[in-house]
């Protein structure tokens, strides 16, 4: 079993940041790759930013590249994504997934497919 909770979603305004939080328990642990994905209402569910579970190599969205930021904590098993310039566009459920799965096909980081698991969720609201 893999459980991943999500955390630290809320309302801001254009401008400020945000950090999410996604712990993971169960048998996910550190060699787990982790993305970041998020989906506005009425919208596919889009890549945002993963990290690998092999050597911790981060990949992005163009949309976020720049201004978000994802990290691992081993010890605490948890992801985070620090969201800074934080735009109305970026509004959106933020949910976390995690694979065990290895891969040395970067595109597969971006896709819905790779990821075996998922979290809930947590809101993510920008007012302009």
């Known amino acids: 079993q893999v459980q991943l909770v999500e955390s630290g979603g809320g309302l801001v305004q254009a401008g400020d940041s945000l950090s999410l939080s996604c712990a993971a328990s169960?048998?996910?642990?550190?060699?787990?790759?982790i993305g970041w994905f998020r989906q506005a209402p009425g919208k596919e569910r889009d890549f945002v930013a993963a990290?690998?579970?092999?050597?911790?190599?981060?990949w992005y969205a163009d949309s976020v590249k720049g201004r978000f930021t994802i990290s691992r904590d081993t010890a605490a098993n948890t992801v985070y994504l620090q969201m800074n310039s934080l735009k109305p566009e970026d509004t959106a459920t933020y949910s976390c997934?995690?694979?065990?799965?290895?891969?040395?096909?970067?595109?597969?980081?971006?896709?819905?497919?790779?990821?075996?698991?998922w979290g809930q969720g947590t809101q993510v609201t920008v007012s302009s």
């Open positions: 169960g048998r996910a642990d550190s060699s787990y790759s």
């Open positions: 997934a995690a694979t065990a799965t290895r891969t040395y096909y970067p595109p597969d980081y971006y896709s819905r497919a790779y990821y075996d698991h």
């Open positions: 990290i690998s579970g092999s050597d911790q190599t981060t």
